[in-house]
Structures are given as structure tokens and as C-alpha cells.
């Protein structure tokens, strides 16, 4: 499974009624790539990895993911939905959260094995949560629950994720964790595509970016994608300057850190 290209996308469109959200995307991502998908508020970002998924309809074109349909090739993805999508008053501590990563392996009606309690506990480990094992999700602060589900992903033991913003909204402790962890799987081969909005740090974690305002502005190596002409279309010009690493950037205008 390994040797095949993690994901291709042909021609993808979605579309919300009549208001178009991605058009004509087409791109394909090698294996080992960390792959940061970046752009203006409203441009498709989270639309796109939903629609790669299955969690949203799509208009016109396909997908493959190891070559494969995505029925076939569900229990090779992992995925980290956005926060705010998930009920976390739901009566579930976080061991179980982690454990639900496990259930693509286990098949219908099976009981955890005493491997699957291990590499449940190995991701909560990875995500400095260990000690919150037997808390109840609710008690959790924002970044303690980003943490779950990036554990809960490890847990799944995927070749590829996708990451719905698990940047926002957490702490800088939370946020270098979560760097560390997405380096170390790419590291080990896996693929990883991941919503972000801090072009500030785009740069810095992405080897491969993603740069979308309903259609690809731009797709490759971070240092082909990033530059001034390609920010500049996908911002349309709502961007102010700053200055990093000796080198002159571009930031999102309202959405800078």
C-alpha cells in the first residue's frame, strides 16, 4: 500500500446549491509529505479535505487514495475534525475517545485486545495526556481536547490524515506537541494534509503546501508555493507585509499572529 500515491484528486468541484465552494482542483500528493492547505477565510479549505472524505457531496470529479476509492481505503485515513464540531458534553472520558481510533482494526463486535489498550495508551502518551486517561472530555481545556484527537488519530495507525485546524484556538505548549507529533509521522513516512491559517508559521511546519481561494492558486514544495505572486492572487491583495527570517513575507491581514 505504501509505494502507491497516498492521494489524487481530479477535477473536484463542490458545490453548495447553486455558490460553487472548490472548482476544478486537481493535484496529487507524493508519500512523507507534511502538506499545510492554506488561504483566504471562505476559500474551500475545510471543504476540501470534507469532500476528499466523504463528509460532503461532491459535484464532479474523483478521488483515489492509495489508488483505491475511498469505501476501500477508509481504515488507511485518519482524521482530526475541527473543535467545534464535536459534542464534548457527550458522557465519554478520554481513554474511550482514543479507544473509538481503534475501531477500524477490531471488525464488528470485538473487544479491545490488550494491544489495542497499549497503542491507546502509546497515543495518549505521544500528546503528553496519559494522566487524564480516566477524565471525562468536558473537563478538558481547548488544547487538552486537540490533544485527544490527534491521539485518538495515532490510535487509528493511518497512512494518511487529514487535520481540520488543530492549530486554532490552542495554547503555544499545545501547538509546538501537536508540530512535533505531525513531524515525527512524517518522518515515518506517513502523509499528512492539515487546514491552517498562521502564514507566519506556514513556512516553518509545511514541506508541502496546498494554496487555495476556490480554485489551487498553487500546489508543491513550500518554497515554490510560498511566494509574493502566488499570495498575492490567492489574498487578493488583503495582505500586509512582515518581515521573517530575514526575508520579506506575506501575512493573512486579520488572521496574522
Not at 496529487?28 to 479535505?49: D, E, F, H, M, T
Not at 490533544?147 to 499545545?174: C, H, K, M, N, W
Not at 510560498?226 to 492572487?233: G, I, P, R, S
Amino acid at each position: 500500500m505504501n509505494y502507491l500515491t497516498p492521494l489524487e484528486v481530479n477535477d473536484l468541484t463542490v458545490a453548495y446549491g447553486r455558490l460553487a465552494a472548490l472548482y476544478s482542483i486537481t493535484f496529487q500528493i507524493p508519500r512523507g509529505k507534511l502538506v499545510g492547505i492554506v488561504g483566504p477565510n471562505g476559500a474551500g479549505k475545510s471543504s476540501l479535505i470534507k469532500a476528499i472524505m466523504g463528509l460532503i457531496p461532491i459535484h464532479s470529479g474523483n478521488i483515489k487514495i492509495f489508488g483505491l476509492p475511498l469505501k476501500k481505503a477508509l481504515r488507511h485515513i485518519g482524521y482530526v475534525p475541527q473543535k467545534e464540531s464535536v459534542d464534548w458534553d457527550f458522557p465519554v472520558n478520554v481513554f474511550d475517545v482514543v479507544m473509538m481510533g481503534r475501531y477500524g482494526h477490531l471488525g464488528l463486535f470485538k473487544q479491545p485486545s490488550a494491544t489495542d489498550r497499549e497503542i491507546v495508551n502509546q497515543a495518549l502518551k505521544k500528546v503528553h495526556m496519559e494522566q487524564f486517561a480516566n477524565r471525562h472530555i468536558s473537563e478538558l481545556s481547548g488544547g487538552q481536547q486537540q490533544r485527544i484527537f490527534l491521539a485518538r488519530a495515532l490510535a487509528q495507525e493511518s497512512d494518511l490524515y487529514f487535520l481540520d485546524e488543530p492549530f486554532a484556538g490552542v495554547d503555544a505548549a499545545t501547538e509546538h506537541a501537536i508540530i512535533e507529533v505531525l513531524s515525527e509521522l512524517k518522518q515515518n513516512e506517513k502523509t499528512l494534509l492539515v487546514v491552517h491559517h498562521d502564514l507566519t508559521t506556514a513556512p516553518v511546519y509545511f514541506n508541502y503546501l496546498i494554496l487555495l481561494n476556490k480554485q489551487l492558486i498553487a500546489y508543491g514544495p513550500t518554497e515554490e508555493v510560498f511566494t509574493l505572486d502566488n499570495l498575492q492572487k490567492a489574498y487578493e491583495g488583503k495582505l500586509n507585509t512582515f518581515s521573517f527570517k530575514n526575508k520579506s513575507y506575506l501575512a493573512d491581514f486579520g488572521n496574522s499572529k
